[in-house]
Antibody
Framework: QVQLVESGGGVVQPGRSLRLSCVASGFTFSGYGMHWVRQAPGKGLDWVAVISHDGKNEFYSDSVKGRFTISRDNSKNTLYLQMNNLSDEDTAVYYC?????????????WGQGTLVIVSS | DIQMTQSPSSLSASVGDRVTITCQASQDINDYLIWYQQKPGKAPQLLIFDASSLETGVPSRFSGSRSGTDFTLTISSLQPEDFATYYCLQYVILPFTFGPGTRVDV
């Protein structure tokens, strides 16, 4: 079955950087788009970014554009999120999610999430 | 960006009740809508895709429908494991946008 395992979360100071990883198994990773979605404590779901199955297309929410970079290594079945210039508003659980198709047909399976806390 | 609104924001119900949650899109999204269920401390689970298609393994008491830009998630007979927060997601165009959620509790 589909399994997505995120890692890389932790406590980081404002203005610093962090890289999240998501290792996928149970499906053909290179055949699906992948997303990052976040959820601030006690709040709703907030879509962050998507990357196409082949890594050639990316799209970001306005709130992270220019600061976050989504990438993938299909040889390692791994999705990444490089987060730069972090602020308090980026504090959240970050989920990776598998797309239903090649790029942008909605999120099907989700990982368990990794918590990022931005605090001085 | 497309805005998604949900109503109600929360509701109280009992086991066996019929529950209806509505999501409205700010513009036409065709049938490009997904419903998720999320329990505390857990990742969201896909219930309905393409507005009305039931995901494999999801109980048949869950159903979805569309009327124009209004979408409805119905739970025909609420079960104890259905107490959770429900979100809609539009995926007709990037950026994807979620509704703010509807909390269903006792």
């Amino acid at each position: 079955q589909v399994q997505l395992v995120e890692s890389g979360g932790g406590v980081v100071q404002p203005g610093r950087s962090l890289r999240l990883s998501c290792v996928a198994s149970g499906f053909t990773f290179s055949g699906y788009g992948m997303h990052w979605v976040r959820q601030a404590p006690g709040k709703g779901l907030d879509w962050v970014a998507v990357i196409s199955h082949d890594g050639k297309n990316e799209f970001y929410s306005d709130s992270v554009k220019g600061r976050f970079t989504i990438s993938r290594d299909n040889s390692k079945n791994t999705l990444y999120l490089q987060m730069n210039n972090l602020s308090d508003e980026d504090t959240a659980v970050y989920y990776c999610a598998k797309d239903r198709r090649l790029y942008s047909f909605g999120c099907s399976s989700w990982g368990q999430g990794t918590l990022v806390i931005v605090s001085s | 960006d497309i805005q998604m609104t949900q109503s109600p924001s929360s509701l109280s119900a009992s086991v066996g009740d019929r529950v209806t949650i509505t999501c409205q899109a700010s513009q036409d999204i065709n049938d490009y809508l997904i419903w998720y269920q999320q329990k505390p401390g857990k990742a969201p689970q896909l219930l309905i895709f393409d507005a009305s298609s039931l995901e494999t393994g999801v109980p048949s008491r869950f159903s979805g429908s569309r009327s124009g830009t209004d979408f409805t998630l119905t739970i025909s007979s609420l079960q104890p494991e259905d107490f959770a927060t429900y979100y809609c997601l539009q995926y007709v165009i990037l950026p994807f946008t979620f509704g703010p959620g509807t909390r269903v509790d006792v």
